[in-house]
Every structure is written in C-alpha cells, then in structure tokens.
C-alpha cells in the first residue's frame, strides 16, 4: 500500500501526524516519525522542512530528540549553533559528540568556544567534558596557548612531548603551576624523593627553555605553590647556579623547609644569598650546622664555635672547625673553654695534633679534676711526638745523605780541567786565543787575561815563569820537555790561578745577562726605587776560574 503513495504526498502524512503527536505532547515518537519522513537531500524544500521542524523541537524543549539525525549539510550556521547552545545547557555529553563529530564549517568554533566558558565558569558538574571540547576547539582555531592550557588541566597524555616538539614555549609561559601539576600527576601522586621530582618532564622542560620562559616569570607563577617552587629552584641550581641567583634569599627558605638536609650544601655552593637573612632563617628552625658554616662565613668565628660547643656539644667537629680558620685565637677560646670539661680535654689531647700544646693544656685543667680516659690520650699524644721525633731524625739522616753525595760531585766536577780550544776566539776583543794567557771560566767562557783583569791586577798577579818569553817554549817543554819541566809549568798555572781568584773576578757575559734578567725582574720600579729597596742589579760571582796557557 505505501509503494503506492507517492513520496511527497507520504512525507506530508508523515509531518502532519508528528505534528498531531507534537500536539499531544508525545515530542518521543513525534520524533521518530520525522526521522522517518523528512527528505534527506540539498533542496530547499528539504532544508526547510528540516529547519521547521528543528525549531518546532526547540520549543517543545526536545531537540536532543533530533540533534544526532540533523544533516550536516545545507543547514543555516544558526541552526547548528542553536542546537549545539541548546544541548551546553541540556546534556553535555551530547554536546561533545556533536562538536567533535560535525564538521568545522557547519558553526562558528570560535562563538562556540565563549560560550562553552561562560559554561564552564557556571558549572560544577561535568567540567572535564567542557575542557576536552575546549581543548579541542581551540587547536581547531589553531590558538595553541589556549589549548594547552586545557590539556594540562586534562593532563592529556604527551603534551609535553608536543610542546616540545612544535616548539610551543611561548605558550606555556604563563602556565608553570599547570606544568608542574603536571609532574605530579605523572608521578602518581606518590611522595617521591627531590631528585625524581627534578627529573620529571616538566620541571625539565621550564629549565631547560629559560630563553622562552624566563625563570622571573616562573618563580611568580609558583610563589604560592611553594613545594612547587623549590623543586623549580633546585633544577634550575642543577643546571645553571647562576640563573636563581636573584633568588638566593628564597632558596634558603625553601630548602629550610622543605629539605634540610641539602641546605648546609646549597650554602657551600652559592655566593648570592644574604648572610644575614640566612642566618635568622637557620636560627629560626634550629639548623646549628647551618648557623656555624654562616657564621664561619661571616667571620665571627668564635660565636660558630660556642654553638658547636654548646648546641652540638661535638668535640671533633669543634676541633675541625678550628683546623680549617687556622685561627690561634679560636685555639686559644677552645682551650679556655675545655679546661673544665673532661670530654672536651681528651679530644683535644686525641684530635689536636700539634695544633695545640698539651703541656699548656694539661697546666690549665683544675686540681681535682677527674677527666675520663686521660691515661690513653696521654699515652697517645707521647707516642706521637715519639713518631714526630723518630721521623724527623730518619729525614736528618736522609738529608746528610744526599748533601754529602752532591757535595761530592761537585768537589769531582770542580778538580776537573776545561780544554780550550787555540783556535777559540776572546769574547771581548774577537781576537784569537793562540800564543797568549787565556782565562776560563767555570761558566765556559773564555777571554784573554788582559781583556778581563784591571791592569793593576794583571801586573800584580803576573809570574816570572809565565812571562812571554816562557810562554814561547811552551809547546816544546809541554812535549820534549822531563816530567818534571811539565810538572813546574802546571804548578805556575794553579798558582797564578790562586793569586786571580783573590781580586773575585766575573765573567763579562754572565755579569751582562745576570743584569738584564735582574732588570726584567723589576720592571715596575724605577732605578731610584730599586735603589731604595735594595735591588741594583749586581752581576753574581761565578765559581772560581782557571787559567790556561795557550
């Protein structure tokens, strides 16, 4: 029988018994009917018939009855959007699924987004649905600094990798609280120890990127997330001290707080921090290490000792910190201070060294005094300086050694001769050596005599064996002569060598390089300074010298 109604004539009954039903209130299966009837195509008709009967269900308040089976095509823009601002009031689930699947042409993403947060301000129920939608509105209007922001509410999983990746540092500038959320969710929201914390993801990726997101900003963002804060500072010490120096002050507080056991570290490596404000913070919690590496700092070394006195009552650590001032007043405040305390004399007697005087120590103690153990540190401190002197005697014996050695070798080295060469030439006058008397010096120069020697010196140290004459027949007597000829002729040298080395004779080119060194040494002062302190460059006496006839 309907194959034989004809279509237009078959929708018509259709719409007008839905309206029959709509009219009775049956809005359900009114609903049914439309689904059943209404063209599905492009044409005007059929878009208007759809477009009735859309509003006709918006004002029996039934559209989600129809809002799955709407055409996703040919509608007016405003249809869509009536039926998605219908459904952000009515079911949100419904609302998701529609803007996630229709198509982004079929509505205006961007009025859509306002009013899914105007929603969202108003809601307490459903919030996750209208941050997913809004999430993904805002990457299909390509406005990533909005998106990210609730996808890390979200905590959509690798989003950081993203970020990352489509280098989206700028847009997470203003969202370090929600990065770090974000750690902590990835954690499990377990208590984990500060080194797995520093290495979560986010926390890397905001010290990472400094340049993009500046540490200033962050450490805004995190002032009232504090445990936040002070992992934040802490990666940022790991990577570069430097960049939380503007923070130091904080940091103390925070490591106070929150770790105590790494503030005594943080305090040894930074130089930024205010003494004075890290030292009320420590004193405020107790933190005496703390205290006395600050003081220590300071310079009041003597407060930093009467806490470890007082407060920690730790003879080793008292008698360390004395060890690292090198302070005699510090030793001499600990003495005085241990002079009554039994514990505090043994550890000084033990642990002391040869920093103190335990003769002096043991002088200042009470009579009547029983000091525990003393018999053993006594025995201690007599069996060191036993060590001491032993050492100090095996050291002497080693020393005389190696200088009775040296000593000779350079009595062998001195008794040697030095060969000069007749063909040489003097380095005063550049005028050969042959057939005259020629000086040698230890140095290896070689100069005629009266090239070196005053005239005075030379007449007065002159032998008649040595005279020019004598000088003539060296050669012969050195080779034809008796044993005892060549005997007389080398015992005139030593001689004549005796007599020179009377008047201390140096060396022309020694003197003149000991000279220009001595004047290179002392650049910055004028002659009249060097003067004044002292320091005239004279040239150094040079071992005795030789003389050779040639």
């Known amino acids: 029988m309907c194959n034989q109604v004809k279509e237009p004539e078959y929708q018509a009954i259709g719409q007008h ?31 208007a018939a759809w477009e009735s009967w859309i509003f006709a269900f918006a004002e029996a308040n039934a559209l989600q009855l129809v809002a799955p089976h709407i055409p996703t095509a040919g509608l007016s823009s405003t249809v869509y959007e009536m039926v998605l601002a219908f459904l952000l009031t009515s079911d949100i689930a419904q609302f998701k699924e529609l803007v996630f699947a229709w198509p982004p042409t079929l ?38 600094a909005k998106s990210l922001k609730y996808h890390l509410e979200l905590f959509t999983v690798g989003v950081l990798d993203r970020i990352r990746r489509e280098n989206l540092f700028d847009a997470v500038r203003d969202k370090a609280e929600l990065v770090m959320r974000y750690d902590d969710h990835e954690l499990g929201g377990e208590a984990r120890s500060l080194g797995d914390r520093c290495e979560a993801k986010g926390v890397v990726l905001l010290t990472d990127n400094t340049d993009a997101i500046p540490c200033s900003s962050v450490v805004k963002q995190l002032v009232s997330s504090p445990e936040h804060l002070h992992v934040y500072l802490h990666t940022l010490l790991g990577k570069d001290s430097h960049l939380g120096a503007p923070f130091a002050d904080l940091q103390v507080e925070l490591y106070a707080e929150y770790d105590p056991a790494k503030l005594l570290s943080f305090l040894r490596i930074s130089t930024y921090y205010t003494f004075d404000r890290a030292l009320e913070i420590c004193e405020e919690r107790g933190l005496v290490p703390e205290m006395v590496f600050i003081l220590g700092r ?15 009552r730790d003879v080793p650590r008292a008698i360390e910190f004395a060890k690292e001032q090198n302070d005699p007043e510090l030793w001499s405040d600990l003495m005085v201070y241990s002079r009554d305390k039994p514990e505090f004399i043994v550890g000084l007697l033990e642990l002391g060294g040869t920093l103190t005087n335990p003769t002096k120590l043991i002088r200042s103690v009470p009579q009547g005094l029983i000091v525990p153990d003393i018999r053993r540190a006594l025995t201690n ?7 001491q002197v032993e050492l100090c005697t095996d050291c002497k014996h080693v020393l005389d050694a190696d200088c009775e050695l040296l000593s000779e070798g350079l009595r062998r080295v001195q008794h040697q001769g030095l060969a000069v060469d007749g063909d040489q030439m003097c380095l005063v006058c550049q005028d050969s050596l042959a057939g005259s008397v020629a000086l040698s010096f230890w140095c290896g120069h070689v100069f005629h005599d009266r090239c070196v020697l005053h005239p005075d010196v030379l007449k007065k140290t002159m032998l008649k064996s040595m005279s020019e004459s004598a000088l003539g027949r060296r050669n012969t007597r050195l080779m034809h002569g008796s044993i005892e000829q060549r005997r007389m002729l080398t015992q005139s040298k030593l001689d004549r060598t005796m007599l020179i080395r009377q008047y201390h004779p140096v060396c022309p080119v020694c003197a003149e390089y000991d000279q220009k060194k ?13 003067k004044d302190h002292g320091e005239e460059p004279t040239a150094e006496l040079l071992p005795p010298m030789q003389a050779l006839l040639l």
């Open 107 to 144: 509505f205006n993403a961007f009025s859509v987004a306002l009013a899914v947060e105007d929603q969202l301000e108003k809601t307490t129920g459903d919030r996750e649905a209208l941050q997913e939608t809004l999430a993904f509105l805002y990457d299909r209007l390509n406005q990533p």
């Open 381 to 387: 401190v007599l069996y060191d300086y036993h060590l």
């Open 17 to 47: 018994y839905a309206q029959l039903l709509m009219d009775a209130g049956d809005s359900a299966e009114a609903a049914k009917v439309c689904l059943r009837v209404l063209p599905r195509t492009s044409e005007t008709e059929s878009v």
């Open 518 to 530: 001595m004047a290179q040494m002392h650049t910055g002062w004028s002659s009249s300074e060097r």
């Open 298 to 312: 300071m310079g009041d070394n003597h407060r930093a000792l009467m806490l470890i006195i007082e407060r920690l």
